[in-house]
């Protein structure tokens, strides 16, 4: 097995599984109807790239675990996302702020796993990347929308847009870890993302009148199972009902 | 009082003086003639008034409609099936939208729709006051609620009322796709194992009477019915409807191989329907009056939702009326 490209490809499989997983709850509890619409419209899509890219790390394995096996039956030290997606969502400026940098974070992998300067490209990655590019533009565009209103609104949103970005900038680094050198040329180098990413999460934020946080970065440590406590709940509630029925078919 | 959604639930109204009144025989020749009442054309207060609440009530069930279901998103036991809730739900949410702009049109603001309902003064279908106890409800919810609901709500896309009958054509498809999915949902629980079929049955034990009790109380104790259907806003009684919901339901649940929790379920060869035993309608009033098992916790979900995200939306209208002063001053 190519345990390298699993690993990477589990990586992002579960960045988007675990952010979906979060962002389903606020259907119907979002701040308006529309948002209900909007934020059930950007989980699926993310679900969708987590399913995609799940499989394909099953076929990468060769053992014949499904998209399902990979999602229900993994406990968390197996879960290769980053720490990012799995804190709770507090309030929707914590929603916003973590949407902005995720999806910033993605539109640039996914636009370099699939169009990016690449020797050996990996073909698969680039397939399900090309179709992601543009549902993750639609996911900057939204959240960008929302940090300007929210960051430029009232004093009120403005303070709590403010302490929401304070809380998610320390664990953006984890995003940019480096690249198995194995992987060269074939898959995009998240540290390479890094100053392209943040210089657009920046723009943003200094519209929206904020201030782009001076924090020092978070302990990593998601892309090798070591998560926060959250994980553990949030994993606990997605899977129960698939583990109380061992070999059921749904 | 009817507790449907796409019925009149029924409703102390008091009429607007600022209105003129319209023509009556002039209305009354559109409607004879099968026409179509828009928006501009001048109408009788009191059938605006009835739509404007039946609209209204619509909506607020596919808004309330969200949560029962949406208490299995996180929990749904494959990934494609998690997809398809996450969808049918925003679906709901579709609905609701396109039904309270449909009320606009007559002259009302959706804020004030939503504030009558979070105050109480309007209601929105019994059957989300059920609680989802298990995945299998989510199936006994898309076949039966969602059937019961088309069955209701396909002659309502040939409601006098233009714009409601528009929204109807819209929801109605998808709400037939929500159909077949609880089918589908059903299906595969009954064909899989002892414990898979035994949560089919016990969902639909839960959801067969609540269904039916969504067509409304029976005809001769259904006292807007005959004033809605003189108007062309309702086309068929309610017992008519629920019978024909009988009439569609009974042999698909042969094909699931579930059973139906009535004993007087049986086919009836001089009527040409299916027989059913009597509906406790005691439960329905109880239900309605508030006392259903999950009244308090959807109204305070609603409300909790719409109190945490007011500092959101106060904050897009800031940000909208200094964009408005900016673009004044540059102009
Ligand atoms: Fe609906
Ligand atoms: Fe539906």
Redesign the interface.
Known sequence: MDTALFEYTGGLADDA?VSA?RM??W???????????AL??I??DQ??Q??NL?TYAGEIEGEGRS??DL??LRDERYFRNVKLVERPMT???VAMARLLTFATYQLHLYRTLATGDLGERDETLAAIAAKAVKEVAYHVDHATH?V???G???E??HT?MQSALDAEWPYLEELFGPLDPVLTGRVADRSALRDAVLSDVRRVVTEATLSVPEVPPALGGGRDGLHTEHLGYLLA??Q???RS?P???? | MEGVYGNDFGTDQQPDPDRAAPDEAAFAALLAGEGRVEPRDDMPEAYRKTLIRQIAQHAHSEIIGMQPEGNWISRAPSLRRKAILMAKVQDEAGHGLYLYAAAETLGVDRADLVDQLHSGRQKYSSIFNYPTLTWADVGAIGWLVDGAAITNQVPLCRCSYGPYARAMVRVCKEESFHQRQGFEILYTLSHGTPEQKAMAQDAVNRYWWPSLMMFGPPDDDSPNSARSMAWGIKRFSNDDLRQRFVDMTVPQSEALGLGLPDPEIRWNDERGHYDYGEIDFTELFEVIKGNGPCNAERMAHKRRAYDEGAWVRTAAEAYAAKRARATESVA
Do not use: C
Not at chain 1, 27 to 37: G, Y
Not at chain 1, 247 to 250: D, E, F, I, V
């Open positions: 599984l997983q389903g709850w259907i119907s509890r979002a701040p308006e109807l529309e948002e209900d619409v059930a419209n989980g699926l679900l969708g987590a399913r799940l998209e399902d999602a229900y309030d929707f400026g929302w300007l209103r929210l430029d609104g009232t009120e949103s709590r509630e997605m129960h009902l698939h029925h070999g059921a078919k749904w």
